[in-house]
């Protein structure tokens, strides 16, 4: 018995012993390894530089003069024949801005991101209009170097934002919500020249009046965004912004004798009376504005160009990046948006004939500027306007990260800007009464340049770019004929200026530097946004107006018996011309 049990205790060992001894000797199957996230979601931090492009057109609104039994409404079209009615005219800007910005993302599905996002942009820039104390001409005399000038300062914003992931990398979006612009407006009343409403013995104060604001509107943009690494992202966006219209007030007082003209007849003079110019204006703004930001995510790692295998074996096989070749020609259409610097001024100006006096030739001497007529100074006519174009070009891939290529390009975006109430800018070389006006318009565009550009992964290309660039440009100059008192219409004298309306034209040839951010989308197609900025120097020009018969006999004195032929107004002006591009383009790659 004893033997038996044994016997079976020894078999059991054997058995149990060597089936255990194999359970040791199997191996051990693999551990899987759980999958990195990746995911847009989470939070970002980031730096931004661009241009914005602020659409700045104040116009005067309201006008009076009063005093002690008299009011003197300077709207309206009684006080306004033979005298300079205030009107509307554009003091655009465009400036380099630099900012921060902040945001989450959350990634609700494989194809879509929603988020919420902060910004803060500085772009400080003023327009000046010379000649004038408020725009479109003055509420009463701007003879001098009276002026009316905006500026815009920083610029902020908080907007949701929705987007398609075009690629796991790669994320096409939109943007809106509330944004903030801060604005001041100055208006300078000459005291310097005796004829100025403000340089008139006790004439009207304060000379400088200043009002700011932070305005409250509503912005919507869209934007490409890509990831270039484990965290960072790489934008190219723009934006469009709506602040309404701003108005203000102002009042300037007179107690000094001279205002005694003001007052109405029999009343006592022997107090210098209190006279009160009040003039308000309404100020209508709108921004432009393009950025190229890098920012930083928190959190997960961000998608690579191709979605990664859910569970992948310790000893994978590695993936194989994909095989992008950028090589060969392409062509494609954009819209976007051209701001035009304009930056006109009239070098030289003379009247002449056979007797007007040798003082009074130069119009722009001192003897003769600034005295009687207002000094031409500076003003601005920039333009912002939506373009549309179509490009074509060729890319060599050179090696596995960089690309070189050429490519041309033609847009249009026809804009012009009026410069209300002057024959010329910055105050006319002679008699500005009446509805002169001055006007530079820009048409289209054209480019021909190399890029070259590095591939940050294999289907997103930061490139720059740069060569020769074209721009229509045109520019009108009307003197006007209807006025009693203007250079063109001397009125029921007879005789005046003739050619009140001449017009300049011209293509200038330029050149042209930027940067672009495109991603090689989906089998052929090229995505792209993309910022240039072109400078076409100063293009000059002449005109020649003469005047004949009945007063302008003056000039040559003949006076009024008309023996004697007139006087000839010539008057040089260069406009100084540059332009800042952004247009977001699809290609087709052939």
Not at 45 to 60: H, L, N, T, W, Y
Not at 121 to 133: K, N
Not at 375 to 385: F, I
Not at 406 to 427: H, Q, V
């Amino acid at each position: 018995m004893k033997r038996t049990l044994l016997a079976g205790c020894v078999v059991s060992a054997l058995v149990f012993g060597g089936a255990g001894a194999d359970a040791a000797d199997m191996p051990v199957k693999a551990q899987v390894a759980p999958a990195p996230t990746l995911s847009w979601t989470g939070f970002y931090f980031g730096g931004e530089v661009g241009e914005r492009s602020a659409v700045v057109d104040p116009s005067v609104t309201a006008a009076t003069v009063t005093a002690p039994g008299f009011t003197l409404n300077v709207l309206s079209p009684a006080t306004c024949a033979g005298l300079p009615c205030p009107g509307g005219t554009s003091l655009d800007n465009a400036a380099f801005r630099g900012g921060l910005y902040a945001g989450i993302n959350w990634q609700v599905s494989r194809e879509w991101v929603a988020g919420i996002e902060g910004d803060f942009g500085w772009a400080d820039r003023s327009r000046t209009l010379g000649g004038q104390m408020y725009p479109g001409g003055a509420t009463a005399f701007a003879l001098g170097a009276s002026s009316f000038t905006v500026r815009t300062t920083w610029d902020a914003s908080a907007r949701g934002r929705l987007g398609v992931l075009v690629m796991p990398n790669v994320l096409f979006y939109g943007t809106g919500g509330a944004s903030w612009l801060h604005v001041e407006a100055t208006s300078n009343c000459d005291v310097t020249r005796f004829f100025s409403t403000c340089g008139l013995p006790g004439g009207f104060a304060p000379a400088v009046i200043t009002n700011s604001a932070t305005r409250l509107g509503w912005t919507i943009g869209a934007g490409l965004e890509a990831g270039v690494g484990d965290h960072w992202l790489l934008r190219s966006e723009y934006r469009f912004a709506d602040y309404g219209t701003w108005g203000n007030n102002d009042t300037r007082i007179c107690a000094g004798a001279p205002c005694s003209f003001f007052t109405a007849p029999g009343l006592s003079t022997t107090l210098p009376p209190v006279v009160a110019a009040t003039t308000a204006y309404s100020t209508r703004l709108q921004t432009h504005t393009v950025n190229f930001g890098l920012a930083y995510k928190f959190g997960d790692a961000l998608p690579a160009a191709a979605a990664p295998a859910a569970v992948m074996p310790v000893k994978a096989t590695p993936r194989a990046e994909p095989t992008v070749s950028w090589s060969g020609p392409y062509i494609g259409g954009d819209v976007g948006t051209r701001a035009a610097v304009v930056d006109p001024s009239v070098t030289a100006a003379t009247l002449t004939s056979t007797f007007i006096l040798p003082a009074f030739t130069n119009v722009l001497g001192t003897s003769y500027c600034g005295v009687f007529v207002p000094c031409p100074g500076p003003t601005s006519l920039d333009n912002t306007a939506l373009r549309a174009g179509a490009y074509a070009g060729y890319n060599w891939q050179v090696s596995r990260e960089w690309l070189v290529g050429l490519e041309g390009d033609l847009g249009w975006a026809s804009r012009s800007r009026t410069l209300g109430g002057e024959e010329y800018p910055g105050g006319s070389p002679a008699f500005i009464f009446g509805a002169s006006s001055f006007t530079v318009k820009t048409t289209w565009d054209a480019s021909a340049r190399g890029r070259v550009g590095v591939l940050l992964v294999p289907d997103v290309l930061l490139y720059g770019t740069g060569g020769a660039s074209w721009l229509h440009v045109e520019a009108t100059s009307v003197c006007d004929a209807t006025a009693q008192v203007a250079n063109c219409g001397i009125g029921a004298l007879g005789g005046a200026f003739r050619s009140a309306a001449i017009t300049n034209s011209t293509t200038r040839l330029g050149w042209t530097v930027g940067a672009g951010l495109e991603v090689n989308w989906w089998s052929h197609w090229l995505l792209r946004g993309e910022y240039r900025y072109a400078d076409y120097g100063t293009w000059a020009n002449t005109d020649t107006r003469t005047c004949a018969g009945g007063f302008c006999n003056f000039y040559s004195g003949g006076f009024f018996n008309g023996t004697e032929p007139g006087a000839t107004a010539r008057t040089s002006y260069g406009v100084r011309l540059q332009t800042h591009t952004v247009r977001f383009g699809l290609a087709y790659k052939l």
